[in-house]
């Protein structure tokens, strides 16, 4: 799907897209934005990128584990940022989080400014993933951290065959029912059955100049936190 299609899709979800993700996850989603904010390694005083912030619930969570930190959020699509920004406000964090229109290709952030990178059920929806993982690289001070979040499959044949008759059969057509759209869903399958395997996507983050790698996987696989450093 093209990036206009994408942000498309995203602006006619934006308004029920939180309860839908949790409905479909069956509220795992909730305990995998958690993980990721946990897995965070900050100083006192620190500043996280959230690429693809959308409705801001990692930036929430971020906020919440770690007191010391400001995270500024980057999106391409209007709608969800609107949404987000309603959420920040209603929590008084408008001081803590910054979200702003843009594109990961082109990241409107100074080089070497930032302590962690983060982005969560993003990178499928990025064509060019080399070019924002150089992007992500040019902005972390030396030593920052970058996390990225997505939707995976289990290993093992009965679970791993299981979970993709699920993804494939039965989540497209509820969440395309919950979404109000006939695609929504279907992309989501498709694009993760188009997602590098995990040693293939290390090899990308590597090559961008990221060292440290490595993979955790959360609820059996379903979803993977891969994670990396830029090297001082």
């Keep these: 799907m093209k990036d ?13 897209y939180d309860f839908q993700n949790s409905f479909l996850s069956l509220g795992t989603d909730i305990y995998w934005r958690r993980a990721l904010a946990a897995s965070l390694r900050l100083p006192e005083q620190s500043l996280v990128l959230d690429v693809a912030i959308g ?4 930036a929430v969570d971020i906020c919440r584990r770690h007191p010391g930190a400001r995270v ?14 309603r959420k920040i406000q209603a929590r008084n964090l408008e001081s803590r989080i910054e979200p702003m229109a843009g594109d990961a290709r082109w990241l409107p952030i100074r080089s070497a400014s930032v302590d962690a990178v983060t ?17 992500f690289h ?6 920052g951290q970058l996390f990225i979040m997505d939707f995976s499959y289990p290993d093992g044949h009965l679970l791993g065959g299981l979970y993709r008759f699920y993804a494939n059969h039965i989540l497209p057509p509820i969440g395309n029912w919950l979404s109000g759209t006939d695609y929504a869903y279907s992309y989501l399958a498709d694009s993760v059955d188009k997602f590098p395997p995990d040693q293939e996507f290390l090899k990308i983050i ?15 696989g379903i979803a993977k936190i891969f994670y990396g450093l830029k090297e001082a």
């Design 4 to 16: 206009t299609a994408v942000r498309a899709m995203f602006e006619t979800i934006a308004g029920g």
């Design 55 to 58: 409705t801001a619930e990692v």
């Design 72 to 85: 500024v959020g980057i999106d391409f699509s209007p709608a969800m940022l609107a949404v987000g920004k």
């Design 206 to 220: 590597a090559h961008a100049g990221f060292g440290g790698l490595g993979v955790r996987k959360l609820t059996f």
């Design 138 to 143: 040019r902005v972390l001070k030396p030593g």
């Design 119 to 135: 982005i969560a059920f993003g990178i499928r929806n990025i064509q060019e993933k080399q070019v924002v993982l150089q992007e």
